[in-house]
């Protein structure tokens, strides 16, 4: 095995040796290095998404095509009663958000693809930045050293976060909105109204998927001042039409509702207000999530290097190789160019900070180091602050002592190194957290689905669950091969669990429920198992269940290894189930299970009428 300072000699090497070459052969080659390294950057900071189980509002919004196909509605009827009922219920008025969500889900359903999807939707994000940043600019390597910045702010979080929940939303705000800001920055510089026009109705776009966005407007009158065009009116006047009247919409929709939760009551107290956004605020900085939450930087930053780590040795090699060489040809704007940029990263970065701030909900919520997912739109506004502040340093120190000016960029660097190391570590880590409660426990349960796990019940029977997901439901067993269910109750809902235990002895004849399914088992070194089977019985007392009879059920067990062969899967399985039923039921006969499905790694058992036990004292081990 390579050394990893034996890899990274070699590959600084290497570097000296691409160096050469794009000396010799100009600055498209020179461009196709810078690119190709920031793309890689970005892929290993942001891979992590792949992995990620659905969570947060992803949770549901994944099993929206799931109630579609159940209920028979259509995409555009769910939408638009969606955004029908949060104008009329919340005062809000988000269709761009809606569509976005459901049709993220709708086109891709499976878990993985739709995880390369969210993805690309990030990268998109960063890249449309980098883009407006270049031209903004008028220089390539300046969208070079705003992307590897940006890239160090895209900390996952535990709670909230932007990039791997939320259907796309806050990316896709991103790719709206720099995408009108770049063509509004052609606009004026070619004075080109259909550009203009482009402009106006992507920004338009962003107001439809998130509303406060609306106060991001001031960034159109400060790319206008940085260009200083002759003609100025029209160029104005084309980004006020639609916020106008988005504007007039949303405060009418909020005058005629009524809604005190803590979401949407302001409180303006100086103290609070100003605690609040610093905390989301200093949410966007680099190693804020990270390194802010206990155990502090000093004591944590040892546990994110990994020598051994090649993806963490090549993100962080990236970051030093590539914004080394990039800062070195970023070309500065004059002094009054670079503190509007200044501005208008200021005006990005403080700007969603100040709308979470002021809600009673996010006062009470938020914490050093948490944020809440609109952190990722003032992250750009953090990037944009600092690559003016490097532009304006560079100009400052044109003509200073050129090892101060190569110290400083150093400092600078190995700054942004650290970050890398420290985004690379935790992203995995917050995605990891996500997988016991979220990613195996529905994973299992899809699987089981699809091998048969309620092939003994009939269409149109009613279930009740004895532990709660939100993934136990009608639609889900439908959509991965079960049958057409008439109801599937758990203690997810509420109304018909309380009604179910308010009186227990009668709670199958009162609600109709003739199965009953468990599960048991969330961690990686434990089997998950499914367990379906007809209810005979209930006992217990008012408010609570004591116990169930259940009879002839189907068990499928998701092993947390691989078995040898088939045979060798075969056999375990049979083995296992006998045992652990055996222990509930008694000896359980040979000719009373049979082994219906398995693979290496998993398998379904099938048991006759004649077995029969208590679901409640059922164990995995």
Request: positive net charge.
């Amino acid at each position: 095995m390579v050394e990893p300072s034996k890899w990274l000699s070699a590959l600084l090497i290497k570097f000296v040796g691409i160096s050469s070459i794009i000396k010799r052969t100009g600055v498209i080659n020179r461009n196709y290095f810078l690119a190709i390294g920031a793309f890689l950057h970005s892929l290993l900071i942001l891979w992590p998404i792949i992995g990620s189980a659905f969570s947060a509002d992803d949770t549901f919004d994944s099993m929206v095509p799931m109630q579609l196909r159940f209920t028979g509605q259509s995409t555009w009827s769910f939408i638009s009663q969606y955004t029908s009922n949060w104008a009329k219920n919340e005062g809000r008025f988000f269709p761009g958000a809606a569509t976005i969500g459901v049709f993220s889900h709708y086109l891709f359903t499976a878990r993985n693809e739709y995880k390369i999807v969210q993805l690309i939707v990030a990268l998109l994000a960063i890249f449309f930045f980098g883009f407006f940043v270049s031209k903004l600019f008028r220089s390539f390597s300046g969208g070079i050293v705003a992307v590897l910045i940006v890239n160090t702010c895209m900390q996952m979080h535990v709670q909230y976060d932007a990039l791997f929940q939320f259907s796309l939303q806050q990316p896709s705000v991103v790719i709206l909105l720099f995408g009108s800001l770049s063509f509004y920055l052609f606009g004026i510089r070619t004075s080109s109204n259909a550009k203009f026009f482009i402009a106006a109705t992507m920004y338009l776009a962003v107001l439809l998927t998130y509303e406060t966005t609306l106060l991001l407007w001031p960034l159109f009158p400060l790319i206008l001042l940085i260009e200083k065009p002759k003609k100025y009116r029209f160029a104005l006047s084309s980004t006020l039409l639609f916020p106008t009247v988005v504007a007039i919409n949303l405060l009418w929709l909020r005058s005629n509702v009524t809604n005190n939760t803590a979401g949407y009551v302001s409180n303006f107290s100086g103290g609070v207000l100003t605690s609040t956004f610093l905390k989301q605020a200093v949410g966007s900085v680099p190693m804020s999530y990270s390194e802010i939450q206990p155990p502090g930087f000093l004591e944590s930053f040892p546990h994110h290097i990994h020598l051994s780590s090649i993806p963490w040795l090549t993100a962080v090699a990236l970051s030093i190789l590539v914004l080394s060489y990039a800062i070195n040809l970023f070309t500065t704007l004059d002094h009054r160019k670079n503190v509007l940029i200044i501005l208008i990263g200021i005006a990005m970065w403080a700007t969603p900070a100040l709308v979470i701030a002021q809600t009673v909900r996010w006062q009470q919520e938020l914490t050093w180091g948490n944020s809440y997912i609109t952190v990722f739109q003032s992250s750009f506004g953090f990037a944009l602050v600092l690559i003016g502040l490097i532009s304006e340093a560079k100009l400052l120190l044109l003509y200073s002592n050129r090892i101060i000016r190569i110290g400083l960029c150093a400092i600078f660097v190995s700054v942004i190194a650290l970050s890398t190391s420290s985004v690379m570590t935790n992203n995995s880590r917050a995605v990891a957290q996500f997988n016991p409660s979220f990613l195996w426990p529905r994973n299992s349960f899809e699987n089981s689905i699809s091998n048969g796990v309620f092939g003994n019940v009939p269409t149109g029977s009613k279930v009740l669950a004895l532990n709660g997901e939100w993934w136990f439901n009608a639609p889900f067993v439908s959509w991965f091969g079960g049958p057409k269910l008439s109801s599937l109750d758990s203690p997810m809902n509420t109304a018909e669990w309380a009604d179910c235990i308010s009186r227990s002895e009668t709670c199958l004849n009162r609600r109709g429920y003739s199965y009953v399914m468990n599960t048991y088992g969330r961690f990686p070194n434990e089997p998950r198992v499914v367990l379906v089977g007809r209810a005979e019985k209930m006992t217990g007392t008012d408010g609570d269940i004591k116990g169930i009879r259940l009879n002839s059920p189907r068990i499928f067990i998701d092993y947390p290894t691989k078995s040898n062969s088939l045979i060798e899967s075969e056999s375990r399985c049979l083995g296992w189930g006998k045992d652990r039923v055996g222990n509930v039921n008694g000896a359980v006969d040979d000719a009373d299970v049979t082994v219906l499905k398995f693979d290496k790694s998993s398998c379904l058992l099938g048991f006759s009428e004649k077995v029969a036990f208590n679901p409640y004292q059922f164990t995995t081990s």
